[in-house]
């Protein structure tokens, strides 16, 4: 995970999402700040901005720190806060992390996970003879609990997780692909080559 610049809402979300949104709440006698009652089904008017969200963030997981293709079916808008936890954020643009479908179903409910929006610059650093990647030792000891239960809750660690970092860092050192392109499709390989004094000369 690397810090995410949080970007501007489009224009018409305003119309088309926060107020309708509020204003089915309103009139199901629902306020804002009410957790969702379990059976009820909100009205999923964030789901026309997907496209809007991934071209927002350039295609950027908030988790895993890729970019993937919106063709590929996997983008997904996560609620940060969760719609159960607080109904009014269901229709707030700053509420939402653009992410790939994996991350995105292990946060689910839970509110263990570190906000990409206020993370701090090189929190994780990444062991490229695996691929994984752990807290940064200079964090609190505070710091470092969140940051483990991030990877945890996020699986971030999993096997298929850990090869892409190491194969994204060997296909560089292969010359298989250049550090701009690892900027743009790996963003947090790239900032961990930067950061580790990984670059290669002439590149």
Known sequence: MIPVKKQVEPDDFEMKVRQKGRLWLKDHGLSLDDPKPQKLNLPPYWQPFNKVLWEKYSGTCAYLAIFFEFATGASSTDHFIPKSKKLGDAYEWDNYRLSCLGPNRNKLNFEDVLDPFELVKDSFFINFLSGKMAP????SANM???????????DLNSPQCMKMRARHYQNYEKGECSLNF??????????????????????
């Open 182 to 203: 690892l900027k743009r499709h790996s963003p947090f390989v790239y900032q961990e080559i930067c950061r580790q004094n990984l670059i290669k000369a002439g590149t």
């Open 144 to 154: 470092k609990r969140l940051a483990e239960a991030t990877i945890a809750r996020l």
């Open 136 to 139: 940064a030792q200079n964090l």
